[in-house]
């Protein structure tokens, strides 16, 4: 089955993906942003194999954890670790990130960047 069940992941929900991105989103920038909407695009309508969905929901996960290398409460760095993860994992995947994937991304983004 190519299928992952991320409302009982230990490491990723929906639920603390957008909480995440709602707070965080000017923080960590527009492009990381992009790039997170388009991995958890991946999961959920991808035409992904398995590995890559866990990848993507790997990188997620480390996104919303509360515990991270570089804490996020930390001036300036706090999130270079979450960009980086979420870059590499974009950069990993970029195969099953599909031209319609950027788009609909992209089309998501105004709700989560409100300045």
């Known amino acids: 089955m190519?299928?992952?069940d991320m409302?009982?992941?230990d490491e990723f929900s929906d639920e603390g993906?957008?909480?995440k991105i709602r707070e965080y989103a000017k923080k960590i920038g527009s492009e990381t942003v992009?790039?997170?909407?388009?991995?958890?695009?991946v999961i959920k309508e991808g035409n992904a194999p398995l590995w890559a969905k866990s990848t993507a929901v790997g990188?997620?996960?480390y996104l919303i954890s509360p515990l991270d290398v570089v804490?996020?409460?930390t001036p300036f760095v706090g999130y270079?670790?979450?960009i980086a993860v979420i870059a590499a994992a974009f950069t990993l995947l970029a195969v099953y990130i599909t031209e319609e994937i950027r788009i609909k991304a992209k089309r998501m983004m105004?709700?989560?960047l409100r300045y």
Request: hydrophobic letters at 45%; a negative charge.
């Open 2 to 4: 190519n299928t992952i």
């Open 7 to 9: 409302q009982n992941s």
């Open 17 to 19: 993906f957008w909480a």
């Open 34 to 41: 992009h790039k997170a909407i388009c991995l958890w695009l």
């Open 59 to 61: 990188a997620l996960g």
């Open 71 to 73: 804490p996020d409460l």
């Open 80 to 82: 270079s670790d979450d």
């Open 110 to 112: 105004p709700q989560w």
